[in-house]
Structures are given as structure tokens and as C-alpha cells.
Nanobody, 115 residues
């Protein structure tokens, strides 16, 4: 059984920073792509950033230059460093990992950007 546990969300003022973490545990043989999604009420879940097993990142245009995705394969953990946060970044953020050729989701963590 595989579990993902997220941490790092919270309330931050515009222009501030947060770092999200998502650690996988359980019977893990391989982890391929790791990613972060976000969702606001009434909208579909949106891919924010993804990183390949080899470390190649991809970002949605709205976060390029502000967010950085990274991974620690030894710890089965993916991170999302979010800088220069804007109110429109407010959402529940979910991590997603391709583990043993199946997709797993974290429980979600709320990020609120407000003054």
C-alpha cells in the first residue's frame, strides 16, 4: 500500500513564499513523474508543475519564473517552492506521483494568498 503525505500549506501575504512537500511511503519499487495540481471551488483540477524521473521540470505558464518543482528520489519526496505568490494562486494543492505504474494523490493542502 502506498500513501502520500503533503505538508507546507498555509496563509501568506501577496509576494510571500511557501514550500510544499509530498512524501511517499509504502511498497515502492519505482517512481516516475511527480507533479503538483491545484483546484479552486467550481473549477477543474489544474496541473501546475511536473518533474520527470530524470529531473526535467515543466510548468504551467502562470507560474513560470515564480514556482520551482524539485524532487529527492532517495526520500521519495517532491517539493514545490512558491515565490512571489499572488491571490490567484489561492487553491487546494495536490501532489500526484506515478508509483509502480499507478497514480496516487495526496490529501491536499490549502494555500491562501491574502493580505
Amino acid at each position: 500500500q502506498v500513501q502520500l503525505v503533503e505538508s507546507g500549506g498555509g496563509l501568506v501575504q501577496p509576494g510571500g513564499s511557501l514550500r510544499l512537500s509530498c512524501a511517499a511511503s509504502g511498497s515502492i519499487f519505482s517512481i516516475n513523474t511527480m507533479a503538483w495540481f491545484r483546484q479552486t471551488p467550481g473549477k477543474e483540477r489544474e496541473l501546475v508543475a511536473a518533474i520527470s524521473r530524470g529531473g526535467t521540470p515543466n510548468y504551467v505558464d502562470s507560474v513560470k519564473g515564480r514556482f520551482t518543482i524539485s524532487r529527492d528520489n532517495a526520500k521519495n519526496t517532491v517539493y514545490l517552492q512558491m515565490n512571489s505568490l499572488k491571490p490567484e494562486d489561492t487553491a487546494v494543492y495536490y501532489c500526484n506521483q506515478n508509483i509502480n505504474f499507478a497514480r496516487y494523490w495526496g490529501q491536499g493542502t490549502q494555500v491562501t494568498v491574502s493580505s
